[in-house]
């Protein structure tokens, strides 16, 4: 039998960039892509800051999909943490304070959307938190995505850090997270011209700008160009999202991401 030894050279070569590519640590800022060895590595080497991303299962509307909530504070934390340098993030917390079920109210009148009582949803926050006192970090970041459940966060912090008085570990919630997402985009599209009844308060047009920014996949464009003006029997509530762009999201996610990253800097530098 003849061997081909080029062959058997560029196989080799192949097999060892591949085990060379599978060794390295990957290049990424979420804990759960990391091996625990990985993470403590990098705990020791100074990432003692964590965020914590909540979201929310919830309808949006006939056009967009139910994870929005989920898929925006994902990419959102993500990018503020490689602007930080020192912190990674969390899995997301998808399962929130929606409304009741018996029976439904608010968005629960809606197929697919998930709830949660307020007190599970606060222990949830709170035994994330101490988990990751427990590794190492000591920055513990909260960033909400959904305004429902923003007392919700507060609670929690006021209570971690009361509990933890004397510890080095602290837990916070930036506001420039969530007002840079509601009242400031607003804000921002005002000046572009956008008008509040296109603007919204759930589903409209800075809603459903902010997902296209960061999520294309999630919003059904097609449909909702040709579609008429939908309204709160569609979920839609204050807006108009059919004038929604990419262009107009990435002015909100640049705000977002800028303005948390500049508050979480000063938090822990202020320390």
């Known amino acids: 039998m ?10 080799a070569v192949v097999f060892a960039a591949i085990q060379s590519a599978m060794a390295q640590t990957p ?53 503020i943490a490689e602007q930080l340098g020192n912190a990674l993030v969390a899995p997301v917390i998808a399962y929130v304070p929606e409304g009741g079920y018996a029976p439904p109210t608010s968005h629960m009148r809606f197929p697919g959307t998930i709830t949660v009582p307020d007190d599970v949803f606060e222990k949830t926050l709170e035994s994330a938190a101490n988990s990751f006192k427990v590794h190492g970090f000591t920055n513990i970041v909260f ?3 959904h305004g429902s459940y923003q007392n919700d966060i507060k609670h929690a912090v006021a209570y971690l850090n009361k509990t ?4 080095g570990a602290r837990a ?11 009242d400031g985009y607003a804000q921002i599209l005002r000046q572009r011209g956008v008008r509040d009844d296109e603007i919204g308060t759930h589903a409209g047009l800075a809603d459903t700008s902010l997902l296209l920014a960061v999520a294309p996949q999630m919003v059904r464009v097609e449909r909702l160009r040709d579609a008429p003006k939908p309204g709160a029997t569609d979920g839609v509530y204050g807006g108009d999202p059919r004038r929604s762009s990419v262009e107009l999201g990435q002015l909100g996610v640049d705000a977002i991401v800028s303005r948390t990253v500049g508050a979480i800097r000063a938090e822990v530098g202020s320390r």
């Open 2 to 11: 003849r061997i081909n030894l080029q062959s058997v050279f560029a196989a």
């Open 172 to 182: 916070f919630v930036p506001p420039e997270y969530y007002a840079s997402s509601s």
């Open 143 to 145: 960033l909400g995505d």
């Open 27 to 79: 290049r990424t800022v979420q804990l759960e892509e990391l091996t625990w060895t990985e993470l403590r590595d990098q705990i020791h080497a100074g990432k003692t800051t964590i965020i914590i991303p909540i979201g929310g299962t919830e309808q949006s509307g006939p056009y967009v999909a139910l994870g929005k909530h989920n898929a925006r504070v994902k990419v959102l934390s993500q990018r």
């Open 164 to 167: 933890w008085a004397g510890s």
